[in-house]
């Protein structure tokens, strides 16, 4: 009776044990990236500190950096761990933002994404 119970514990462990490496090996692989990411509609320095605070205090976003802002296009840097947060959600969460003219429009456009 003892061997068919140690037989059977060990085969669970090595069957639980296999099954978490295929759990791991299937995750999605953590990158950290910078991508510079050109946007238009940003009318003055207020929309830039308030987009950066919102990319920044998402999980996955290390640091954003700016120049000043520029209606036409403004350059932003984001620092972000790709198994946590898209550059898609981050493109989102931008062309989503309520402009500080008007809370109702979204007038920020993600107009091209390059990294180093």
Do not use: W
Not at 5 to 16: E, G, I, R, V, Y
Not at 25 to 41: C, L, Q, R, W, Y
Not at 69 to 91: C, L, M, P, Q
Request: glycine share 6%; charged share 25%; net charge positive.
């Amino acid at each position: 009776m003892k061997n068919v119970f140690a037989a059977f514990l060990t085969f669970a462990c090595l069957f639980f044990a296999q099954n978490g490496m295929a759990q791991t090996a299937n995750a999605p692989k953590d990158e950290v990236k910078v991508a510079t990411i050109k946007i238009s509609g940003l009318c003055c320095n207020g929309d830039l500190a308030t987009l950066k605070k919102k990319l920044v205090n998402q999980e996955g976003v290390d640091e954003v950096t700016a120049d000043n802002a520029k209606k036409e296009a403004t350059n932003i840097k984001v620092k972000y761990h790709t198994g946590v947060i898209s550059e898609e959600k981050i493109r989102s969460l931008i062309e989503k933002s309520a402009g500080c003219e008007n809370p109702n429009e979204t007038p920020y456009k993600v107009k091209a994404v390059t990294y180093l």
